[in-house]
Antibody, heavy 118, light 107 residues
Framework: EVQLLESGGGLVQPGGSLTLSCAAS????????MSWVRQSPGKGLEWVST????????FYAESVQGRFTISRDNSKNTLSLQMNSLGAEDTAIYYC???????????WGQGTLVTVSS | DIQMTQSPSSLSASIGDRVTITCRAS??????LAWYQQKPGKVPELLIF???TLRSGVPSRFSGSGSGTDYTLTISSLQPEDVATYYC?????????FGQGTKVEIK
């Protein structure tokens, strides 16, 4: 059974930083891309970032390019998202998602809430 | 970037009704189109990928079709458990954009 467990969310001040983690199990982690998708309160889904299975190819939404860094540790089955220069617009539930070969999202974690506020 | 536009933004239908949601891309996405269901307070779930392939376990009343720029999600007979917001997502190339969502309610 595929399981994705996010952690690291919380309250952070504008301009601050936060690192999210996603612990994966139930599949061969290194065989799959992994992504972050976020959802602001009461809003729709927004793709944030994707890394391929080997970690060598990374993709970012324009809204986070240069501020967020996605990474993975295949030895620990862990996905991370380093978020810098956070603003109110980054307030959202952040979901970790197992990403199929053609980049759709078959499995999602339960999400972790990031709130950017002073 | 390719924009994804869903219509309608919301709809209200009766139990047993046929419901159709449309997703239009600003450029062709070559069938690389997925549909997700998000029930209130829950995590999104994949329903359909490659425009028309039903994920295992998804009820057969759900179906997808389309090509090029225009895609549809159809619920052949609306059930109470189908109350949710539905999103399309294109994945032919980055960015992997979602539509704005269609909220489905029971009349």
């Amino acid at each position: 059974e595929v399981q994705l467990l996010e952690s690291g969310g919380g309250l952070v001040q504008p301009g601050g930083s936060l690192t999210l983690s996603c612990a994966a199990s139930g599949f061969t982690f290194s065989d799959y891309g992994m992504s972050w998708v976020r959802q602001s309160p009461g809003k729709g889904l927004e793709w944030v970032s994707t890394v391929n299975g080997g970690g060598g190819s990374k993709f970012y939404a324009e809204s986070v390019q240069g501020r967020f860094t996605i990474s993975r540790d295949n030895s620990k089955n862990t996905l991370s998202l380093q978020m810098n220069s956070l603003g109110a617009e980054d307030t959202a539930i952040y979901y970790c998602a197992k990403t199929e070969a053609h980049y759709y999202f078959r499995y999602w974690g339960q999400g972790t809430l990031v709130t950017v506020s002073s | 970037d390719i924009q994804m536009t869903q219509s309608p933004s919301s709809l209200s239908a009766s139990i047993g009704d046929r419901v159709t949601i449309t997703c239009r891309a600003s450029q062709g996405v070559r069938g690389y189109l997925a549909w997700y269901q998000q029930k209130p307070g829950k995590v999104p779930e994949l329903l359909i990928f490659e425009a028309s392939t039903l994920r295992s376990g998804v009820p057969s009343r759900f179906s997808g079709s389309g090509s090029g720029t225009d895609y549809t999600l159809t619920i052949s007979s609306l059930q109470p458990e189908d109350v949710a917001t539905y999103y399309c997502q294109k994945y032919n190339s980055p960015p992997w954009t979602f539509g704005q969502g269609t909220k489905v309610e029971i009349k």
